[in-house]
């Protein structure tokens, strides 16, 4: 899964995405939901919402696979999937971006999530911040993958916020049971 901004180092060795990294430059990235990508059965269903994903650095290496780091950058709305490359194409329809807005409150839980995983940064409330609240969220938040696609396809601030709250609910009140001494029983 990749959303807006993100980054996605790969390390491509199968011929089918080694053809994919000489062909393009960009590529859609689009969460499985039933199903392999390899093997017997092969992918059965995708969900409909993912990420352009472009290639900033490509590293051929000498037995002819790559090294990639690609970055996430527009939503999608899948609406075909074609078979004819070996790798999976399909047609698709541009989302648009939630509208620009501050997130004084989404800062702060993002914060103090980050510092939870002992991750000590402060970011920074920008516009842009506002814009792609839900995707930075989904980015950072150590979740399910269908409650990530949930906040890859709303886009909605708001939801990301509650997400994040809750996640920190559940973290702090672990943190309150890692420090719980249990009680040493009686001796004889």
């Not at 180092?9 to 000489?22: D, G, Q, S, T």
């Not at 290496?61 to 527009?74: E, N, Q």
């Not at 004819?84 to 698709?92: A, E, I, K, N, S």
């Not at 993002?110 to 839900?134: F, I, K, M, N, W």
Request: charged share 30%; hydrophobic share 40%.
């Amino acid at each position: 899964m990749l959303f807006p901004g993100a980054a996605l180092p790969l390390h491509i060795f199968e011929e089918r995405y080694r053809l994919l990294v000489r062909e393009r430059l960009d590529f859609g990235v689009v969460l499985i939901r039933r199903g392999r990508e390899v093997g017997v059965g092969g992918v059965e269903d995708l969900y409909e919402v993912g990420t352009l994903a472009t290639l900033e650095r490509i590293e051929a290496l000498p037995d002819g696979r790559f090294s990639v780091l690609a970055r996430g950058v527009d939503r999608f709305r899948l609406r075909s999937v074609e078979h004819d490359r070996p790798y999976l194409t399909g047609r698709v329809e541009w989302l648009r971006d939630p509208p620009a807005q501050a997130r004084p409150r989404l800062v702060v839980l993002l914060e103090r999530y980050l510092s939870a995983h002992g991750v000590e940064v402060t970011p920074q409330l920008t516009p842009d911040l506002g814009r792609r609240a839900a995707w930075l969220v989904g980015t950072v938040l150590q979740i399910e993958p269908a409650r990530r696609q949930e906040l890859l396809e709303s886009g909605d601030p708001d939801l990301a916020e509650r997400v994040l709250a809750n996640e920190l609910t559940k973290l702090e009140g672990i943190g309150r049971l890692g420090s719980f001494q249990p009680r040493q029983p009686p001796s004889n």
